[in-house]
């Protein structure tokens, strides 16, 4: 068996753009040679690696087998790459996923302590609700998530670096903004202005709130934090979401925040797959978030 990093470089190229064609341009090959080099390397291995769906390539399951140890073999083929350069610890790219409230209010600062403590300037980052992030990381489309909830999936690490508190939130006329302490009770038979079911301000409504109300509405679900906040700032209901996304909201006077019952308590996560090779770079900023502090934030 003859297997060459470029065959597995192009395997992997697929699986993240999904189409020959796609792959092709971001390696810079014809698509006649990227299907080749995928063609012979299924031929070694004696197995497909895609179900050919629609001229789309859908990984299959010896596919997702070979997948986090190509990934392991081409960093490690890139580590010996700058094995002997000015700084071989940070030479790669950073692929960064974020949940919604964590990508807008910590991410973008996270990223820039961690850039000017080690002069790494290769990121992306990438922000939607935690389920969308959690696939892309379990089809490693991404390095190192962080998100705003705990992820149950027997692929999935998930590793507490920062808390996060929950609040509620009205428009500025509502009538419960006049009482300066809340019941249980005063929030039930209320309409709710909620993110989509696989974010996480979504779960802690569901876990930590939702159970201690009777009767409670579903009157928007909302895909984007701001809007949420347009919503309830109209009137169309009240809305549970991080302390930490509503803050400009709650202080230019959009809206206004409620005197909450009961304490709202949350973790941040960030998230590895499980056979995901932790290169020096991926080691270092898990690390660096481990021992990040939310106080630094401006």
Known sequence: MHISLKQLNVFHAITQYKTLTAAAEQLCLSKAAVSMALAELEKQLSHPLFDRVNNRLILNQEGQQLLPLADELLNRAQQINHLFSD?????SKLRLGSSDTIGNHISPYLLSQFRQQHQHLLQSLFISNSATICQKLIDFELDIALIES?????DLISIPFSNDEMC???????P??????????DLDNNDWVLRESGSGSR???INILAPKLTHWRLAFEINTTEALISSVSAGLGLGCLSTLAAQYAIKSGRVSQLAAPINMPRKFWFLIHKDK?????LKSFMAFCQQWQPTKLT
């Open 168 to 174: 509620i939130i009205s428009a500025k006329d509502h």
């Open 277 to 281: 090779y932790q290169n020096p770079l």
């Open 203 to 205: 779960e802690s409504f």
């Open 150 to 154: 705990q992820s149950h999936h027997p």
């Open 87 to 91: 700084n071989p610890a940070l030479y």
């Open 176 to 185: 419960l903004t006049k009482q300066t302490k809340l019941s249980l009770s």
